[in-house]
């Protein structure tokens, strides 16, 4: 967190803002004309406590969506049964997810219903790795969800300030094309140089692609898996986006969060998830004017903490 520190203490030196990092560098306290706001991680002190819980729970965040017919993606939740839950008493985790997946086409989602940046995530499309997966993620949940996989051709994320949209941008997931001449270990250090510098020391990035020979990293599209973002161009797909972040801005009452959105191959928008973090370490290395942006964008929500 040590750039989004340098970043608040800017902010907060422009804006005449006493900036006291407390709690292992956990809690950011500002002060400002005998008022108190809170930065906890990153979570600004703009989201109503009682939906910012909801947000920060997958299944919860589905089934509040889909009560307001917002298109997102399917949920199912599963209680860790070491647990005291009535819910988790009720029911055989390890076959509700054996049947789930035999009815979807045996590729399935498993993940920590809490999780963050793509962490505690798994696409399963081997029956056996499922206990072996459950056991994992029950081993630190107290709850998972459990999810159909759609085919996804791009992922877009919006944050959302009030009821404006500070920034929009696609992630595309880490995909190479050979050419040929260059190694996995070139190509994706091409794609991504800031996540990829550290990691490929493996044997495997030393093959050299043949032309057009595709080589996919990851499933995943968090910039903290070695995506990229892009700037949206189509102005239709912008508004569509536009249109799902504002109904959800106007029902709820945002204050200050991300959105992300899938698009399928059939063209289809679903929610994926809300976070009620507005994380932008990643953007912030990747683009050039990454830094300024996020700047602009915190400075935004900090002044906004002061206007109550």
Same mark, same amino acid.
């Given at each position: 967190?040590?750039?989004?520190?340098?970043?608040?203490?800017?902010?907060?030196?422009?804006?005449?803002?006493?900036?006291?990092?407390?709690?292992?560098?956990?809690?950011?306290?500002?002060?400002?004309?005998?008022?108190?706001?809170?930065?906890?991680?990153?979570?600004?002190?703009?989201?109503?406590?009682?939906?910012?819980?909801?947000?920060?729970?997958?299944?919860?965040?589905?089934?509040?969506?889909?009560?307001?017919?917002?298109? @997102?993606? *399917?949920?199912?939740?599963? &209680? %860790?049964?070491?647990?005291?839950?009535?819910?988790?008493?009720? +029911? !055989?985790?390890?076959?509700?997810?054996?049947?789930?997946?035999?009815?979807?086409?045996?590729?399935?989602?498993?993940?920590?219903?809490?999780?963050?940046?793509?962490?505690?995530?798994?696409?399963?499309?081997?029956?056996?790795?499922?206990?072996?997966?459950?056991?994992?993620?029950?081993?630190?949940?107290?709850?998972?969800?459990?999810?159909?996989?759609?085919?996804?051709?791009?992922?877009?994320?919006?944050?959302?300030?009030?009821?404006?949209?500070?920034?929009?941008?696609?992630?595309?997931?880490?995909?190479?094309?050979?050419?040929?001449?260059?190694?996995?270990?070139?190509?994706?250090?091409?794609?991504?140089?800031?996540?990829?510098?550290?990691?490929?020391?493996?044997?495997?990035?030393?093959?050299?692609?043949?032309?057009?020979? @595709?080589? *996919?990293?990851?499933?995943? &599209? %968090?910039?903290?898996?070695?995506?990229?973002?892009?700037?949206? +161009? !189509?102005?239709?797909?912008?508004?569509?986006?536009?249109?799902?972040?504002?109904?959800?801005?106007?029902?709820?009452?945002?204050?200050?969060?991300?959105?992300?959105?899938?698009?399928?191959?059939?063209?289809?928008?679903?929610?994926?998830?809300?976070?009620?973090?507005?994380?932008?370490?990643?953007?912030?290395?990747?683009?050039?004017?990454?830094?300024?942006?996020?700047?602009?964008?915190?400075?935004?929500?900090?002044?906004?903490?002061?206007?109550?």
């Amino acid at each position: 967190m040590k750039n989004f520190h340098k970043l608040i203490k800017a902010i907060c030196e422009e804006e005449n803002i006493k900036c006291s990092i407390l709690s292992k560098d956990w809690i950011i306290m500002l002060e400002k004309e005998h008022k108190i706001r809170f930065i906890s991680g990153y979570k600004f002190d703009l989201n109503n406590h009682g939906f910012g819980n909801v947000i920060d729970d997958k299944y919860a965040t589905f089934e509040v969506l889909k009560e307001k017919n917002v298109p @997102i993606i *399917e949920h199912n939740i599963l &209680f %860790n049964q070491n647990n005291k839950n009535e819910y988790a008493k009720e +029911s !055989n985790n390890y076959e509700f997810v054996v049947k789930y997946f035999k009815e979807h086409q045996q590729s399935i989602v498993l993940k920590a219903n809490d999780s963050t940046c793509g962490n505690e995530v798994y696409h399963l499309t081997n029956i056996n790795e499922i206990s072996k997966c459950l056991n994992r993620l029950f081993a630190k949940s107290f709850s998972i969800s459990v999810c159909p996989f759609y085919d996804i051709k791009a992922e877009y994320r919006l944050i959302m300030l009030k009821d404006k949209c500070v920034a929009m941008y696609g992630k595309k997931r880490p995909i190479v094309v050979g050419d040929g001449k260059k190694t996995i270990r070139e190509l994706l250090l091409g794609f991504n140089y800031h996540y990829f510098k550290d990691k490929l020391s493996e044997e495997e990035y030393n093959k050299i692609l043949n032309k057009n020979e @595709i080589y *996919e990293y990851g499933w995943q &599209f %968090n910039l903290s898996k070695g995506a990229i973002p892009f700037e949206v +161009s !189509n102005l239709d797909l912008k508004n569509r986006l536009l249109d799902i972040a504002l109904k959800i801005s106007s029902l709820f009452s945002l204050g200050f969060c991300s959105i992300d959105i899938v698009e399928t191959q059939n063209n289809e928008l679903l929610v994926m998830e809300l976070n009620s973090g507005v994380m932008m370490e990643n953007y912030m290395q990747i683009i050039p004017e990454g830094f300024k942006i996020a700047k602009e964008i915190y400075k935004e929500a900090i002044n906004e903490m002061f206007k109550n």
